[in-house]
Protein backbone atom coordinates (compact mmCIF):
# COMPACT_ATOMS: atom_id res chain seq x y z
CA UNK A 1 0.00 0.00 0.00
CA UNK A 2 1.29 3.40 -0.71
CA UNK A 3 1.88 5.91 2.31
CA UNK A 4 0.16 9.19 2.78
CA UNK A 5 3.35 11.94 2.42
CA UNK A 6 4.29 14.51 4.58
CA UNK A 7 3.96 17.76 2.98
CA UNK A 8 7.69 18.48 1.61
CA UNK A 9 7.38 14.98 -0.45
CA UNK A 10 4.02 16.15 -1.78
CA UNK A 11 3.89 17.11 -5.65
CA UNK A 12 3.68 21.05 -5.33
CA UNK A 13 2.36 21.69 -9.45
CA UNK A 14 -0.86 21.79 -10.21
CA UNK A 15 -1.79 17.28 -10.91
CA UNK A 16 -2.24 16.02 -14.60
CA UNK A 17 -5.83 15.92 -15.77
CA UNK A 18 -6.50 12.40 -16.42
CA UNK A 19 -8.32 11.81 -19.89
CA UNK A 20 -10.91 9.04 -19.07
CA UNK A 21 -12.05 8.66 -22.07
CA UNK A 22 -8.76 8.03 -23.60
CA UNK A 23 -7.37 4.54 -25.18
CA UNK A 24 -4.35 4.38 -23.43
CA UNK A 25 -5.11 1.64 -21.46
CA UNK A 26 -1.96 2.39 -19.05
CA UNK A 27 -3.56 5.34 -18.44
CA UNK A 28 -7.02 3.57 -17.19
CA UNK A 29 -4.98 1.25 -15.40
CA UNK A 30 -2.70 3.58 -13.08
CA UNK A 31 -6.31 6.03 -12.80
CA UNK A 32 -8.24 2.48 -11.87
CA UNK A 33 -5.17 1.04 -9.33
CA UNK A 34 -4.77 4.83 -7.63
CA UNK A 35 -8.96 5.19 -7.00
CA UNK A 36 -8.22 1.22 -5.04
CA UNK A 37 -5.18 2.69 -2.69
CA UNK A 38 -7.04 5.36 -2.04
CA UNK A 39 -10.44 3.33 -1.07
CA UNK A 40 -7.78 1.18 1.06
CA UNK A 41 -6.23 3.94 3.19
CA UNK A 42 -9.52 6.38 3.87
CA UNK A 43 -10.92 2.46 4.95
CA UNK A 44 -7.29 1.64 6.75
CA UNK A 45 -6.94 5.35 8.43
CA UNK A 46 -10.58 5.96 8.93
CA UNK A 47 -10.31 9.23 6.68
CA UNK A 48 -12.95 11.97 5.16
CA UNK A 49 -11.37 12.11 1.10
CA UNK A 50 -8.06 11.74 -0.34
CA UNK A 51 -6.61 12.55 -3.34
CA UNK A 52 -3.68 11.21 -5.35
CA UNK A 53 -1.08 13.50 -5.18
CA UNK A 54 -1.30 13.04 -1.21
CA UNK A 55 0.17 9.58 -1.99
CA UNK A 56 2.64 10.66 -4.34
CA UNK A 57 0.42 10.04 -7.59
CA UNK A 58 -0.03 13.71 -9.68
CA UNK A 59 -3.30 12.69 -11.17
CA UNK A 60 -6.31 14.35 -10.42
CA UNK A 61 -8.40 12.00 -8.85
CA UNK A 62 -10.33 12.12 -5.44
CA UNK A 63 -12.14 9.58 -3.46
CA UNK A 64 -14.34 10.94 -0.83
CA UNK A 65 -16.43 9.05 2.44
CA UNK A 66 -19.87 9.32 2.81
CA UNK A 67 -21.21 7.67 5.66
CA UNK A 68 -20.02 4.45 7.09
CA UNK A 69 -18.42 3.04 3.84
CA UNK A 70 -19.88 4.50 0.92
CA UNK A 71 -16.78 5.76 -1.30
CA UNK A 72 -17.63 7.83 -4.47
CA UNK A 73 -14.32 8.58 -6.78
CA UNK A 74 -14.22 12.02 -8.90
CA UNK A 75 -11.76 12.94 -11.56
CA UNK A 76 -10.52 16.35 -12.71
CA UNK A 77 -12.79 17.78 -10.44
CA UNK A 78 -13.91 21.39 -11.05
CA UNK A 79 -15.50 23.47 -8.43
CA UNK A 80 -18.53 25.56 -10.70
CA UNK A 81 -19.82 27.94 -8.35
CA UNK A 82 -19.69 28.05 -4.31
CA UNK A 83 -21.95 30.12 -1.85
CA UNK A 84 -21.94 30.78 1.97
CA UNK A 85 -18.55 31.92 3.64
CA UNK A 86 -17.63 30.39 7.08
CA UNK A 87 -14.24 29.88 9.04
CA UNK A 88 -13.56 26.07 9.64
CA UNK A 89 -11.73 23.89 11.94
CA UNK A 90 -9.26 22.02 9.90
CA UNK A 91 -6.36 19.64 10.43
CA UNK A 92 -4.50 17.84 7.69
CA UNK A 93 -2.88 14.21 7.84
CA UNK A 94 0.32 15.69 5.17
CA UNK A 95 1.05 18.43 7.64
CA UNK A 96 1.34 16.02 10.46
CA UNK A 97 1.75 18.57 12.99
CA UNK A 98 -0.71 18.21 15.55
CA UNK A 99 -2.01 21.51 14.83
CA UNK A 100 -5.90 23.20 14.02
CA UNK A 101 -6.29 25.74 11.66
CA UNK A 102 -9.13 28.01 11.02
CA UNK A 103 -9.76 28.12 7.09
CA UNK A 104 -11.89 30.21 5.38
CA UNK A 105 -14.63 27.57 3.63
CA UNK A 106 -17.42 27.85 1.40
CA UNK A 107 -20.63 26.40 2.49
CA UNK A 108 -22.22 25.08 -0.51
CA UNK A 109 -20.03 24.44 -3.37
CA UNK A 110 -21.25 22.79 -7.01
CA UNK A 111 -18.69 20.68 -8.48
CA UNK A 112 -18.58 19.67 -12.02
CA UNK A 113 -16.16 15.93 -12.25
CA UNK A 114 -15.80 12.90 -14.88
CA UNK A 115 -16.31 9.18 -13.22
CA UNK A 116 -14.02 6.40 -13.87
CA UNK A 117 -16.37 5.69 -16.62
CA UNK A 118 -16.03 9.16 -18.03
CA UNK A 119 -19.41 10.54 -18.15
CA UNK A 120 -19.17 14.15 -16.90
CA UNK A 121 -21.42 15.01 -13.87
CA UNK A 122 -22.25 17.82 -11.41
CA UNK A 123 -23.04 17.20 -7.64
CA UNK A 124 -23.61 19.79 -5.17
CA UNK A 125 -22.21 19.35 -1.76
CA UNK A 126 -22.74 21.22 1.50
CA UNK A 127 -21.70 21.22 5.05
CA UNK A 128 -18.98 19.12 5.86
CA UNK A 129 -18.94 17.66 2.28
CA UNK A 130 -17.93 20.72 0.85
CA UNK A 131 -15.39 21.84 3.24
CA UNK A 132 -13.61 18.49 2.87
CA UNK A 133 -13.71 18.74 -1.04
CA UNK A 134 -12.16 22.82 -0.93
CA UNK A 135 -9.40 21.08 1.50
CA UNK A 136 -8.55 18.34 -0.78
CA UNK A 137 -8.92 20.43 -3.97
CA UNK A 138 -6.27 22.63 -2.01
CA UNK A 139 -4.34 19.82 -2.22
CA UNK A 140 -4.12 19.32 -6.01
CA UNK A 141 -3.37 22.69 -6.40
CA UNK A 142 -0.60 22.34 -4.16
CA UNK A 143 -2.51 24.66 -1.13
CA UNK A 144 -2.03 23.62 2.38
CA UNK A 145 -3.39 25.17 4.92
CA UNK A 146 -1.05 26.26 7.12
CA UNK A 147 -0.09 28.70 4.44
CA UNK A 148 -3.92 30.53 4.28
CA UNK A 149 -5.56 29.32 7.26
CA UNK A 150 -4.63 30.64 10.93
CA UNK A 151 -3.10 28.32 13.40
CA UNK A 152 -5.18 28.02 16.06
CA UNK A 153 -3.22 28.43 20.09
CA UNK A 154 -3.61 25.57 22.19
CA UNK A 155 -5.82 27.29 24.67
CA UNK A 156 -8.11 28.75 21.92
CA UNK A 157 -11.14 27.39 23.25
CA UNK A 158 -10.53 28.46 26.67
CA UNK A 159 -9.59 32.21 25.30
CA UNK A 160 -12.99 34.93 26.27
CA UNK A 161 -15.14 36.02 23.43
CA UNK A 162 -13.38 39.05 23.23
CA UNK A 163 -9.84 37.69 22.90
CA UNK A 164 -10.91 35.24 19.95
CA UNK A 165 -12.66 38.18 18.21
CA UNK A 166 -9.37 40.21 18.80
CA UNK A 167 -7.27 37.06 16.95
CA UNK A 168 -9.86 37.06 14.46
CA UNK A 169 -10.03 40.44 13.56
CA UNK A 170 -6.01 40.55 13.18
CA UNK A 171 -6.75 37.33 10.78
CA UNK A 172 -9.31 38.66 8.60
CA UNK A 173 -6.98 41.97 7.99
CA UNK A 174 -4.02 39.92 6.93
CA UNK A 175 -6.77 38.21 4.20
CA UNK A 176 -7.70 41.15 3.11
CA UNK A 177 -4.01 42.24 2.32
CA UNK A 178 -3.28 39.21 0.51
CA UNK A 179 -5.96 39.53 -1.57
CA UNK A 180 -5.52 42.65 -2.37
CA UNK A 181 -1.82 42.16 -3.71
CA UNK A 182 -3.03 39.10 -5.20
CA UNK A 183 -5.79 41.19 -7.21
CA UNK A 184 -2.95 43.76 -8.23
CA UNK A 185 -0.80 40.80 -9.42
CA UNK A 186 -4.04 39.43 -11.35
CA UNK A 187 -4.12 43.57 -13.41
CA UNK A 188 -0.75 43.46 -13.66
CA UNK A 189 -0.62 40.34 -15.83
CA UNK A 190 -1.79 40.39 -19.07
CA UNK A 191 -2.69 36.85 -19.06
CA UNK A 192 -4.08 35.99 -15.55
CA UNK A 193 -6.36 39.03 -16.50
CA UNK A 194 -7.52 36.94 -19.37
CA UNK A 195 -7.38 33.78 -17.77
CA UNK A 196 -9.62 35.73 -14.65
CA UNK A 197 -12.19 36.79 -17.50
CA UNK A 198 -12.41 33.72 -18.93
CA UNK A 199 -13.55 32.01 -15.36
CA UNK A 200 -15.49 34.63 -14.59
CA UNK A 201 -17.73 34.19 -18.14
CA UNK A 202 -17.54 30.38 -17.72
CA UNK A 203 -18.74 30.53 -14.10
CA UNK A 204 -21.60 32.98 -15.06
CA UNK A 205 -22.75 30.88 -17.84
CA UNK A 206 -22.92 27.73 -15.50
CA UNK A 207 -24.98 30.11 -13.38
CA UNK A 208 -27.18 30.50 -16.31
CA UNK A 209 -26.65 34.70 -15.62
CA UNK A 210 -25.10 34.45 -19.28
CA UNK A 211 -27.03 32.82 -21.96
CA UNK A 212 -25.04 31.47 -25.17
CA UNK A 213 -26.65 32.12 -28.31
CA UNK A 214 -25.48 28.63 -29.59
CA UNK A 215 -25.84 25.64 -26.63
CA UNK A 216 -22.81 23.96 -28.67
CA UNK A 217 -20.58 26.35 -27.20
CA UNK A 218 -21.73 25.37 -23.35
CA UNK A 219 -18.48 24.41 -21.72
CA UNK A 220 -20.06 21.74 -19.48
CA UNK A 221 -22.80 19.61 -20.35
CA UNK A 222 -24.63 18.43 -16.85
CA UNK A 223 -25.79 15.04 -16.87
CA UNK A 224 -26.99 14.60 -13.47
CA UNK A 225 -27.35 16.50 -10.23
CA UNK A 226 -27.18 15.21 -6.62
CA UNK A 227 -27.07 16.66 -3.19
CA UNK A 228 -24.48 14.98 -1.45
CA UNK A 229 -23.31 15.21 2.46
CA UNK A 230 -20.79 13.49 4.65
CA UNK A 231 -22.80 12.34 7.72
CA UNK A 232 -22.02 15.25 9.94
CA UNK A 233 -21.66 12.24 12.99
CA UNK A 234 -18.72 10.95 10.88
CA UNK A 235 -15.88 10.73 13.16
CA UNK A 236 -13.23 12.20 11.70
CA UNK A 237 -9.08 12.21 11.90
CA UNK A 238 -8.42 14.44 15.03
CA UNK A 239 -11.22 16.14 17.14
CA UNK A 240 -15.31 15.89 16.31
CA UNK A 241 -15.09 19.80 14.80
CA UNK A 242 -11.81 19.04 12.40
CA UNK A 243 -12.15 18.00 8.84
CA UNK A 244 -9.35 15.16 8.69
CA UNK A 245 -7.72 14.39 5.34
ZN1 LIG B 1 -4.84 17.86 3.99
Known sequence: MKEILTADQMPYTPGEVVEVNTRDKKLNKLMRDTIVELKNIIREKNLDGLTAC????????????????????????????????????????????????????????????????????????????????????????????????????????TLSDEDQEEILKEYYESIDIAKAQINDEINNSEEALKLKNAIEFEQAVNKGEIKLRNEKFKIISTSEEKEENIDESNSVQEGNESTGE
Not at 75 to 86: A, H, K, L
Not at 88 to 112: A, F, H, S, W
Request: proline share 4%; glycine share 8%.
Open 54 to 157: QIGINERIMVLKFGDNELQSYINPVVTSMDGFCLNRETCINLNDGKTYLVPRNQKIVMVYETPLGAIQQATFVGKAAHVVQHLIWHMDGLFIDEVGLELPDDWD
